[in-house]
């Protein structure tokens, strides 16, 4: 069973970056083996997919609001998953979530088997 942890939320100027983290574990997991993905859910709102990297972090994918801003990779020998957020602006505050899912890039949360605790982010007008 994967476990997920994230890191590197704040609160942040508008213009300014962030980078999360996420780290996974957990007894036999093969990290490397999993998709994952960034989720990030607003005050009021449902969550929504941010972005997502395949198994070997040759595929991703960045949804429209973030595409050009945001990056995702991956870093299998660290178990961990990156998001690198340039360019904030105060509709990205939101509790950012990592998950591990399907090999492949995905978008649909109920592809997504394993979740972290989620990490705030507040960006600043």
């Known amino acids: 069973q994967v476990q997920l942890v994230e890191s590197g939320g704040g609160l942040v100027q508008t213009g300014g970056s962030l980078r999360l983290s996420c780290v996974a574990s957990?007894?036999?997991?093969?990290?490397?083996?999993?998709?994952l993905g960034w989720f990030r859910q607003a005050p009021g709102k449902e969550r929504e997919f941010v972005a997502a990297?395949?198994?070997?972090?040759?595929?991703?994918d960045h949804a429209d609001s973030v595409k050009g801003r945001f990056t995702i990779s991956r870093d299998s020998s660290k178990n961990k998953v990156y998001l690198q957020m340039n360019s904030l602006k105060p509709e990205d505050t939101a509790v950012y979530f990592c998950?591990?899912?399907?090999?492949?890039?995905?978008?649909?949360?109920?592809?997504?088997?394993?979740w972290g605790q989620g990490t705030q982010v507040t960006v600043s007008s």
């Open positions: 957990g007894s036999g997991v093969m990290i490397s083996a999993y998709g």
């Open positions: 990297i395949s198994w070997g972090g040759g595929s991703t």
């Open positions: 998950a591990a899912g399907p090999p492949y890039v995905s978008r649909r949360e109920n592809e997504f088997y394993a």
